[in-house]
């Protein structure tokens, strides 16, 4: 397609089940992010990956979240044990890399999860 | 630790009259985002503003960036009931530029007759 897709668009969870929540990037970028929109810490950066670097996970909340992405473009963020303070929007980014600085991000609709 | 504050956080103004938006931020940058959210929608890119001195302008909204202030403004003109949403900034850092954003609070914009 021509933006960023991503699956679920909704997802409720019981209190320690895992998610998994997917994206796919815009065809031709190389960086791809994972935000997360909540009420109470508004919009927070994740985890980013561009190419095949190490990823930056300096974002991630805790352990039980993770993320991988697969063959440069499809990611997967995943959440073990689910606690009620996961509930939030996932928000999936993408962008080109020209001169090794990103260029514009484009944001996917989200997937928002309530943990029940 | 790189902060960045949008004021007002909520903003009511009437159709045909003009206001502006800040974003503050803390530490040096020279890439600042705005953004525009509908409820229950994702972020639609509005600006992106590379040095010192930028200014664009779509329609009615026009965006500047003073880096030496650390401070970004969203200025509406004439607003329309179509501007109703809520606005972000976002800055990446300096020596990252790899899309690793920061942020404001949000800006509530309500364009009533």
């Known amino acids: 397609g021509a933006g960023v897709s991503q699956s679920p668009s909704n997802k409720v969870t019981e209190k320690g089940k895992d998610v998994e929540l997917r994206c796919d990037p815009i065809?031709?970028?190389?960086?791809l992010y994972w935000y997360r929109q909540s009420l109470g810490q508004g919009l927070e950066f994740l985890i980013y990956f561009q190419g095949n670097s190490a990823p930056d996970k300096s974002g991630l909340p805790s352990d039980r979240f993770s993320a991988e992405r697969t063959g440069g473009s499809v990611s997967t963020l995943t959440i073990q044990r689910t606690q009620q303070e996961d509930s939030a929007v996932y928000l999936c980014?993408?962008?080109?890399?020209?001169?090794?600085?990103?260029?514009?991000?484009?944001f996917g609709e989200g997937s928002r999860l309530t943990v029940l | 630790e790189l902060k960045v504050e949008q004021n007002p956080l909520f903003l009511s103004m009437q159709e045909g009259k003009n206001y502006t938006i800040y974003c503050n931020y803390s530490t040096t940058s020279d890439r600042l985002y705005w953004y525009r959210q509908d409820p229950g929608k994702s972020l639609e890119s509005l600006f992106v503003l590379l040095s010192n001195g930028a200014v664009k302008q779509e329609g009615r909204l026009m965006a500047s960036l003073d880096t030496k202030a650390r401070l970004s403004t969203l200025h509406i003109t004439a607003a329309v009931h179509d501007l109703s949403a809520t606005y972000f900034c976002a800055v990446d850092s300096r020596g990252t530029s790899y899309g690793k954003l920061t942020f404001g609070q949000g800006t509530i914009l309500t364009v009533h007759p």
């Open positions: 980014a993408s962008s080109r890399r020209l001169a090794g600085v990103a260029g514009e991000l484009f």
């Open positions: 065809s031709g970028h190389t960086a």
